[in-house]
């Protein structure tokens, strides 16, 4: 086997490993229970409130926004792993072994890919079951919404590799969370988008958050629900181009940032971030 | 073939540069084949800096650098697989468990094998060769300190490299841990397999470890050689108590056998409780650390 292909594999099997932690530890078993829960319980109050005079219940124009959105925690997810072990020398100890980050990467893109996956499956099934008026019955939805996720990770998980490259430690990468909620104000997630000012639907069309919604929304909502979306239609083409142009800027320049970034780790690099991170808890 | 006679560690006029600062300076010595060499010096002496850019980890101002025949300034990851990383701090892979961590990133190495070395090590009898068997299937967080410096060894032999970069390994451990650490390093150099490059800021170490040893200060090498040949260079003052006539005497010297024999054959059996103490390595090392820094003033 080439030396190369270990590394793809040994990634392969880091991915599946982070996976079952992330999945046998109680504290992030609880984080990954927490805000599935609190959403459907929401999704659940609002399960009969109806939305203006459009004829659809809040919580089924909801659901599947939610959704969308929570594709794009995977970014998040990426940008926070990257930050916080270069913090604590994963990525050093990656850089020491041969072809290391090829497989330290492989296995990030496994393990978050994973996890947003199964996340969004703790959120989905339950939600099917307590909001009505989704639509599941046919193939055509299923088929669309595996394609909106995985090209929304395609598109968001290489944006969440660059973020955490840039950021010099887990506190200043707590930052990016702060446009994050504002992009999800604008999304339309939680509110339909042309109900929205003409110039921030245009911001919002920019960010692959918006499409994602918009994707999730077409695989599971009835046909007749697009008419509260832009020009009253599901814009699959443009769902495609915009998460597509996302997803190869993503890939050209992530490994381009991630390898600058590898190539200034060093062990005086780490312990310096390590004894600015204990002077702060001290 | 001569292969204990190649050089594997080539550094000729090293020079780190940090603004207008010079941390490191003509930094010139080489390690062959088999070889524990000690990179001794006080605490920001240069000692990482210079480990650092051995690896491949920093780039350098100026000088030559060959390791393994490479500039490690542009190695390849072949390059890498020959190489053995301890640093000073790992506080990673805090959730995996010992063997889990041992057997992923010996996987790295599999592509490397050679019918000589089978790489990786295999992952139980690498546990056991650090002496942690028993802890293979503890979390990394769990580990004491000792036992975790263990597994940073381990992890660091894992692809078994031609070459160990050790960075102060023992910094932090306890009488005991330091102890056990220090019969491994000795098990390990005792097989002529694997060259090993060790920093510490610790004399009794380094004279016990290393073949060799490097004196860094400031910056700069101001001494290199075996322990007894840096005994040798500087002879450093004895020292010599006695009584006479119920008085007590103490006096420095470089030569104390002379002192004493002079002594006898002036006041004969009026001598008492006579104390010859010899001047240790270490207080040849701080001699030679002292007269680098007066002369650097």
């Known amino acids: 086997m080439s030396p190369a292909a270990a590394a793809v594999r040994a990634g392969w099997t880091r991915g599946l490993i982070e996976l079952r932690q992330s999945f046998t530890n109680g504290a992030e078993l609880f984080a990954h229970f927490l805000w599935p829960g609190l959403t459907l319980a929401v999704a659940w109050w609002l399960r009969d409130v109806p939305f203006g005079d459009s004829g659809y219940p809040l919580g089924t124009l909801l659901l599947p926004s939610i959704l969308g959105m929570n ?19 994963t990525l050093l100890r990656a850089k020491a072994v041969p072809h290391g980050m090829l497989g330290y990467l492989t296995g990030k893109v496994v393990s978050v890919a994973g996890g947003t996956v199964a996340d969004l499956a703790i959120f989905l099934i339950p939600g099917l079951l307590i909001v009505p008026g989704l639509v599941t019955g046919n193939l055509a939805s299923w088929l669309t919404l595996a394609w909106v996720v995985a090209l929304g990770l395609v598109a968001t998980l290489p944006a969440g590799a660059v973020l955490g490259s840039m950021f010099g430690s887990a506190r200043a990468q707590g930052l990016i969370m702060l446009p994050f909620l504002g992009l999800i104000a604008i999304s339309g997630i939680f509110y339909p988008i042309s109900s929205l000012p003409g110039w ?25 629900a697009a008419a509260l979306e832009i020009g009253g239609s599901w814009r699959h083409l443009e769902t495609a181009a915009a998460l597509g142009v996302w997803a190869v800027a993503g890939l050209l320049l992530a490994p381009v940032v991630l390898r600058r970034m590898a190539r200034r780790e060093s062990g005086s690099n780490v312990a310096a971030r390590r004894e600015r991170a204990l002077r702060r808890i001290g | 073939m001569n292969t204990a006679e190649e050089v594997v560690l080539d550094v000729e006029g090293l020079r780190m540069r940090y603004g207008t600062t010079d941390v490191l300076r003509e930094v010139t010595f080489r390690a062959r084949r088999g070889e524990v060499l000690a990179l001794l010096g006080p605490n920001g002496a240069g000692k990482t800096t210079t480990i650092e850019i051995l690896e491949g980890f920093r780039m350098r101002s100026a000088g030559r650098v060959s390791v393994l025949g490479a500039d ?18 790992w506080r990673d892979h805090g959730k995996w468990r010992v063997r889990e961590v041992l057997a992923h990133l010996g996987a790295f190495y599999a592509g490397y094998t050679t019918e000589r070395v089978p790489r990786p090590w295999d992952a139980d009898e690498l546990i056991a060769a650090v002496g942690l068997t028993g802890h293979a299937d503890k979390k990394i967080r769990m580990l004491s300190g000792g036992q975790r410096r263990r597994l940073d060894v381990a992890i660091g032999l894992v692809g078994r490299p031609e070459l160990l970069f050790l960075d102060e390994p ?5 009488p005991q841990a330091r102890r056990e650490f220090h019969e491994l390093v000795r098990g390990l150099a005792g097989s002529r397999e694997t060259t090993i490059l060790l920093t510490t800021h610790d004399l009794d170490e380094a004279e016990k470890l290393a073949g060799r040893i490097v004196i860094l200060d400031g910056g700069r090498i101001i001494a290199d050689g075996t322990a007894e040949e840096l005994a ?36 004969g059996r009026r001598i008492g409780e006579l104390e010859v103490r010899r001047s240790s390595l270490e207080d040849t090392y701080l001699a030679l650390v002292r007269q680098a820094e007066g002369a650097a003033r």
């Not at chain 1, 970014?75 to 916080?84: D, G, H, R, V």
């Not at chain 1, 919002?204 to 695989?219: D, H, I, K, M, N």
């Not at chain 2, 023992?170 to 306890?174: N, R, S």
């Not at chain 2, 108590?241 to 002036?266: I, K, N, P, Y």
Request: charged share 25%.
């Open chain 1, 71 to 89: 594709v794009a925690n995977g970014m998040i997810a990426m940008s926070q792993q990257l930050t916080a072990e270069r913090e604590d020398g």
């Open chain 1, 200 to 224: 921030l639907q245009g911001v919002a069309q920019v960010f692959p958050l918006y499409w994602l919604g918009l994707g999730t929304r077409s695989a599971l909502l009835p046909d007749s």
């Open chain 2, 72 to 89: 490690p300034a542009h190695a390849t990851e072949d390059w890498r697989a020959r190489i053995g990383v301890v640093l000073q701090s």
């Open chain 2, 170 to 174: 023992t910094a932090g451990l306890d």
């Open chain 2, 232 to 267: 040798r260079r500087i002879t450093g003052e004895d020292e010599v108590r006695w009584t006479l006539d119920g008085q007590r005497f103490t006096r420095s010297t470089r030569d104390s056998t002379a002192l004493v024999f002079d002594l006898f054959e002036r006041h």
